[in-house]
């Protein structure tokens, strides 16, 4: 139950990770489906909490690029539209 | 010290891109046996060594990340660790290979290898990079840590490989690992574990070189630029190298023939050897240019790194059919030849994503086409400029090439949506650290592949050919004296077999405008496309002599306009080649799949053809 672990004033900042800009480093939030490739995010590291760095995004809206510890992987934004994030100031 | 009195069995498990295979390529050499499971991709290796004098048993699995599979390929290697798979050995001992670059993902992995309580040991691989990025690691507390002996390695150079060499034949330097994670530890709990390892034995700083090269290489306009450059490069290899040397390969084999014709009594076991099982060999023979090099580019795009950046960039148009970025090469290697391109579909780690792209694989306009679509353009497209610039017979070939390109995409869409709905694998890319491929082990994979096939669809191919031979050469027909051997041929061909299945399946290609010459050309091309061209040859051009320019103009006289353009039309679609349909066999693990390619691809091109001749006849 992982959308219940985030209190209520981190809600608030919360935006979805299709939205953050190019550049940004932002934290995991929520994760607000459970299935298959969440499950593989989270086992390649990306647990909530974990803090990234949205790299680039690919031509024509593809994929786009996360890094965070020495992991740089790509996801497409049609997938990715149900994880929640947290931008980091 | 102990040695083991029998060989004992040694599983290497990692996680992707851990350089597991480089270090067990290193390990084994060439002394390995890749292991046949229908319809899996990836390939579990088993490789033997000879330490002083025992015998060690070594097998390296596909890459995992965690005992959760996702994948079929997944699957499998965590089905062979858990003894599900019954003609494989028992897992007894286990070396865990660490990424020393990418540590957490691979303790990660630990964690779940540490449950097994199997006797285990763990190699370090990628020490360089550490260094290269000025990190330090301390591999004697991480020792301390996971209770297993802790062997630094750099595969590549052979640094550490006679430590672990060492290590390998004497059972008692495996260990089984402490506890790590607490038992049923989530995901969370276990990432949370093995940073706090990490925390005590690594300090590693970000790696600058790749995030240097990233800008470059995934740059919004001059990463497409130069994914175009690597395109060009790839495709014309595929077509300028391999080509010399199939030619090479097949002259080899028709001097071969003509040798042996020359030299051995005219008997019909003469005629088996040179035209059933020379020709047939022959007929395998001349793929491996192809599929070697196809498989050698492959590999090293994929190891140093490039091959899911080019998947990045490109993976937004193919998603538009369904397909995803790493369907591109498959696809493309297919324009030279649909063996060597189906093949490498295996670089695709969705299931559904690589049978979708197998099977439109043949659709791509093959280079056994080239020689039909030459002559029949040659012989019926007049040879006008339009435009100013453009050859009209340019414009038709183009566009018989654009035609098959796109009805393979939109096809690809309509399996996505129906035969393989949805994704088996959640899309996700992981970009690995650039790295200079190791020579030996990219030579190791490529002789590998070529071996695996030769033997599985090599046979097949071979058994066809020789079918196809006997069709031909077989009921014997009554030759009158004084006939020129063209005209022999001719005749052989008319009262065979396969003439008379042509005569009988005349009335079904009769809509398509094909008279019974044109349909056992078509007939014929199943051994080859390009056999059509010399089909053709003994046909119509029996009574003169069989020089191609001649050969066009009797075609250009016999054959009209709106036949030739159904002919073309039916090439485009239709899978005539029974290789292509061996290779689907072996790659799916199932006939199935092979026979509904090549009823879609009939179906297709029928109704193309048929529907273009009777376009053409009107206007």
Request: proline share 0%; charged share 25%.
């Given at each position: 139950m992982f959308r219940f672990g985030i209190n209520k004033d981190k809600k608030k900042q919360m935006i979805p990770l299709t939205t953050l800009a190019v550049g940004t480093?932002?934290?995991?939030?929520?994760?607000?489906?459970?299935?298959?490739?969440?499950?593989?995010?989270?086992?390649m590291g990306l647990t909530r909490g974990t803090e990234f760095t949205l790299v680039r995004k690919a031509p024509f809206n593809g994929p786009i690029e996360l890094s965070f510890g020495s992991v740089r992987l790509a996801v497409r934004t049609t997938q990715s539209d149900s994880i929640m994030v947290v931008p980091v100031l | 010290m102990h040695d083991s009195i029998h060989p004992h069995h040694i599983t290497f498990v990692g996680t992707p891109n851990c350089g597991k295979t480089t270090l067990f390529n290193a390990l084994t050499g060439l002394h390995q046996k890749v292991g046949n499971f229908p319809g899996i991709t990836v390939e579990p290796v088993i490789g033997k060594i000879q330490i002083q004098h025992s015998t060690v048993h070594l097998i390296d699995l596909p890459g995992i990340y965690s005992f959760l599979p996702k994948s079929v390929d997944e699957q499998l290697s965590v089905d062979i660790i858990h003894n599900k798979i019954s003609d494989l050995p028992k897992t007894e001992y286990i070396v865990a290979v660490l990424d020393g670059s990418s540590l957490e993902k691979s303790l990660f992995l630990f964690s779940f290898i540490a449950e097994l309580g199997l006797p285990t040991i763990a190699v370090l691989t990628m020490v360089d990079e550490i260094k290269a990025r000025n990190g330090i690691l301390d591999d004697i507390t991480l020792e301390t840590i996971l209770g297993v002996p802790v062997i630094p390695v750099v595969g590549k150079k052979g640094i550490g490989l006679q430590d672990l060499r060492d290590s390998l034949h004497q059972t008692d330097k495996f260990l089984v690992p402490n506890t790590i994670v607490q038992a049923s530890a989530n995901i969370e709990q276990r990432h949370t574990a093995v940073r706090e390892i990490i925390s005590q034995v690594l300090t590693i700083r970000e790696d600058k070189i790749t995030e240097k090269l990233d800008s470059f290489i995934l740059h919004p306009i001059g990463g497409p630029v130069i994914f175009l450059i690597v395109l060009g490069l790839f495709f014309q290899s595929i077509f300028t190298w391999a080509e010399p040397l199939m030619s090479g390969i097949e002259s080899l084999f028709s001097y071969t023939q003509d040798y042996l014709r020359s030299t051995l009594p005219d008997s019909l076991l003469?005629?088996?050897?040179?035209?059933?099982?020379?020709?047939?060999?022959?007929?395998?023979?001349v793929f491996l240019p192809q599929i070697i090099l196809l498989n050698i580019i492959i590999v090293f795009l994929e190891d140093c790194g490039y091959l899911s950046r080019a998947a990045f960039l490109i993976d937004r148009i193919m998603g538009i059919f369904g397909l995803q970025g790493r369907s591109f090469i498959p696809l493309l290697g297919s324009y030279a030849c649909a063996i060597p391109g189906i093949m490498s579909a295996r670089i695709i780690p969705s299931e559904k994503d690589r049978m979708a792209t197998i099977m439109i694989a043949p659709l791509m306009t093959c280079s056994a086409r080239l020689p039909v679509y030459t002559l029949l353009i040659a012989a019926c497209i007049p040879s006008i400029i339009v435009g100013g610039i453009f050859s009209l017979q340019a414009i038709v070939l183009a566009g018989l090439y654009f035609l098959a390109a796109i009805s393979g995409l939109c096809i690809a869409l309509v399996f996505k949506k129906t035969l393989f709905r949805g994704a088996t694998l959640p899309f996700l890319l992981e970009f690995p650290p650039y790295r200079v491929p190791s020579l030996p082990s990219l030579l190791i994979i490529v002789w590998n592949r070529s071996k695996e096939f030769i033997k599985n669809a090599g046979s097949i191919i071979l058994l066809f050919s020789i079918i196809l031979w006997a069709l031909t050469e077989f009921p014997k027909a009554e030759i009158p004296t004084g006939m020129t051997s063209l005209q022999a041929e001719r005749i052989q061909l008319e009262q065979s077999y396969a003439g008379t299945i042509g005569k009988t399946l005349q009335p079904i290609f009769q809509p398509l405008g094909f008279d019974w010459k044109l349909t056992i050309g078509v007939i014929g091309s199943f051994a080859a496309r390009e056999v059509f061209v010399s089909v053709m040859g003994q046909l119509y051009s029996a009574d003169v002599s069989d020089s191609d320019a001649q050969l066009r103009t009797i075609l250009q006289q016999t054959i009209p306009f709106a036949t030739a353009i159904s002919v073309m039309l039916f090439y485009v679609y239709a899978l005539q080649c029974i290789s292509t349909i061996a290779i689907i066999k072996k790659e799916t693990g199932s006939w199935k799949w092979s026979m509904i390619a090549f009823a879609y691809t009939f179906m297709l091109a029928y109704s193309t053809a048929l529907i273009g001749y009777n376009l053409v006849k009107l206007i």
């Open positions: 480093r932002a934290a995991i939030a929520s994760f607000s489906s459970n299935n298959e490739f969440t499950e593989r995010l989270q086992e | 003469r005629d088996f050897i040179t035209d059933g099982v020379i020709a047939g060999v022959g007929s395998v023979i």
